[in-house]
């Protein structure tokens, strides 16, 4: 068999011309990229220290659910690809393990980082790639994943949930890594600042601080972001997850029924890994970790392995019913948990809003929870409102940044 390495040199080397996504799309793909490569650090630190269990989690997790996000991507642009970056991701848990020496299992990673390169080079592009911008998008993706990990796992000063601690760690630290790449072109007030609170936030870890004062932290860094982006606050809340949620799934069912099985488990994984994993720590600090559980079976296991043996559409109708109807009950206890949440969050960090205050004050997440409509949001003085792409949220930005933000695909008009 040809070595993966030699194929996918090939490939960079002839420049694979990316296929016509919309760029936020194409960082959407981007950040699925960077987690994989994430898991592949964890797999390198559990190989070093001998942990065969935890080397088989990390080793899994980019095949058994990062790839079926990328899949449907992969198909449309090279078929051949896709089918190659299936078989090492999946040869990965095979041969990247205790079992064989620790050469030998870092050729296996090896090759799955060169798949990496190659899958990016194909779908997101040189030019996109290696835009600043992107890459501080990039980074913030992983910080604010890192933040929904890190709440999983750690509770009163012990870790409960090794794995979901380690992913939390393994994105911090590539989320690093990526500013590293870039710090040299941003402001030095900002790469000072960056610098003290990526310091700040391995003590913590180190620590196992209090979830709220991680999420503080990788905060710190994510807003500092926002500054250099020219973006002023977008947070859109626990909620907007559970939206999000119910329209995948009602999508998930739709393309089923179409037989387009490949993007309804994409769409499956969407709302599992990219939305539902963000409101499983709040709902099981909430005293609801019963019901938090049981949904993660239903929407990341059994749902997804129906879709992948071809269940009836019938089938996969009833069980997406089951699980919009859970979360509608999930919806009724954050309704009440993320009021709470937001005015505790606030008085942390001196921000606490006063009755009377002009609306363009607000942060644009809290004027829509006030009842504003996104459109009709209001923004500070020399900011403008757009939308980001991902979600539809508002956005104020710097009229200066709007452009470039469009082009890489972070947002756009109303």
Not at 13 to 26: N, R
Not at 135 to 163: F, H, Q, W
Not at 296 to 315: Q, V, W
Request: proline share 3%; aromatic share 6%.
């Amino acid at each position: 068999m040809i070595k993966a390495t030699a194929i996918f040199f090939g490939m960079i080397v002839l420049g694979t011309a990316p296929i016509a996504f919309a760029d936020s799309e194409k960082i959407e793909f981007a950040g699925y990229l960077e987690e994989t490569l994430g898991h592949f650090w964890a797999l390198e630190q559990n190989l070093d220290d001998k942990n065969a269990e935890l080397a088989l989690v990390h080793a899994t997790h980019p095949i058994a659910e990062l790839y079926d996000l990328m899949r449907p991507q992969l198909q449309t642009v090279d078929p051949q690809l896709d089918s190659q970056i299936k078989e090492i991701l999946l040869d990965l848990q095979n041969k990247a393990n205790t079992k064989v020496s620790r050469e030998q299992a870092q050729s296996a990673i090896d090759d799955a980082k060169q798949a990496v390169k190659s899958a990016r080079n194909a779908v997101v592009g040189e030019e996109l790639s290696s835009s600043v911008e992107t890459k501080l998008v990039l980074m913030k993706g992983l910080l604010e994943t890192s933040i929904a990990e890190y709440g999983e796992a750690v509770s009163d000063g012990m870790i409960t949930e090794m794995a979901e601690f380690q992913d939390g760690s393994a994105f911090v630290w590539r989320s690093q890594q990526i500013f590293n790449e870039v710090e040299s072109e941003l402001p030095e007030h900002e790469v000072e600042e960056i610098d003290e609170l990526y310091e700040s936030l391995w003590s913590a870890y180190d620590n196992k601080a209090n979830p709220v004062d991680v999420e503080t932290l990788a905060g710190g860094i994510i807003h500092e972001i926002d500054e250099i982006l020219g973006i002023e606050d977008e947070e859109s809340g626990l909620l907007a997850y559970v939206d999000t949620i119910e329209d995948l799934l009602e999508e998930t069912k739709t393309e089923y029924s179409a037989g387009n099985s490949d993007v309804a488990l994409s769409l499956a994984t969407k709302a599992y890994l990219d939305n539902y994993e963000f409101i499983e720590g709040p709902l099981a600090q909430s005293g609801n970790a019963e019901l938090m559980h049981e949904v993660e079976i239903l929407l990341r296991e059994e749902l997804r392995n129906m879709i992948k043996t071809d269940a009836p559409a019938s089938e996969i109708n009833a069980k997406v019913d089951l699980i919009l109807k859970k979360i509608e009950s999930i919806e009724e206890i954050l309704e009440t948990v993320e009021p709470s949440q937001t005015s505790s969050k606030m008085m942390h960090q001196g921000q606490m809003m006063h009755k009377g205050q002009e609306m363009r004050h607000y942060p644009p997440h809290m004027q829509v929870r006030n009842g504003i409509n996104p459109s009709d949001v209001t923004c500070n003085n020399g900011m403008e409102l757009m939308m980001r792409v991902s979600n539809g949220a508002p956005v104020c930005l710097k009229p200066s940044s709007v452009e470039r933000l469009m082009m890489v695909g972070f947002c756009d008009y109303f």
